[in-house]
């Protein structure tokens, strides 16, 4: 059994995941992580998005999700649209609790945005877009989730208290 964490890009899911992980004493593996080593050219996520295209990042996604799912005792925590592939929901979702992290549009926008506009947000209609489609994930995959937890207010290490 594992822990899984999900929700929309900005919704703290490394921030959160690494503070119960500390606290409940368990590794953490990130999927973002996994698909880097995966690709194997020492590109962070949205290079590899940004020269290899979306085709190419999702298959190591799906990679990376089942290398995840192979272990026992973890905090794994997902990119924002790794649970969106029907595939790797079911392999990370299994016998695994499922932690969805969400918090307001505004909050999510300005931690997304805040080491830049990722590369599927680029242009005049990015904002938009990035509302859709955490709606739209928001609709998919809460319902699977054991716990949804939002992130708008608190420190990483009460947000994980929680969780106890």
């Given at each position: ?115 830049g506009i990722p590369p599927w947000l ?43």
């Amino acid at each position: 059994m594992n822990l899984v964490f999900c929700g929309p890009k900005g919704a703290g899911k490394s921030t959160v995941a690494a503070a119960y992980a500390e606290r409940a004493g368990l590794p953490c593996i990130e999927t973002d992580r996994l698909i880097e080593t995966l690709h194997g050219q020492g590109m962070s996520c949205r290079e590899i998005l940004r020269t290899s295209g979306e085709t190419t990042f999702r298959e190591l996604e799906r990679q990376a999700a089942a290398r995840a799912a192979t272990e026992d005792w973890h905090i794994i925590v997902t990119g924002g649209g790794t649970l969106m592939d029907s595939g790797s929901r079911r392999l990370l979702r299994g016998d695994n609790l499922l932690v969805y992290l969400t918090a307001p549009e505004d909050v999510l926008w300005a931690r997304a945005t805040a080491d830049g506009i990722p590369p599927w947000l680029e242009g005049e209609d990015g904002r938009r877009r990035f509302a859709e489609q955490n709606a739209h994930r928001a609709e998919v995959l809460a319902p699977f989730a054991d716990v949804v937890l939002d992130t708008g207010t608190g420190t990483a290490e009460d947000l994980a208290a929680t969780l106890d």
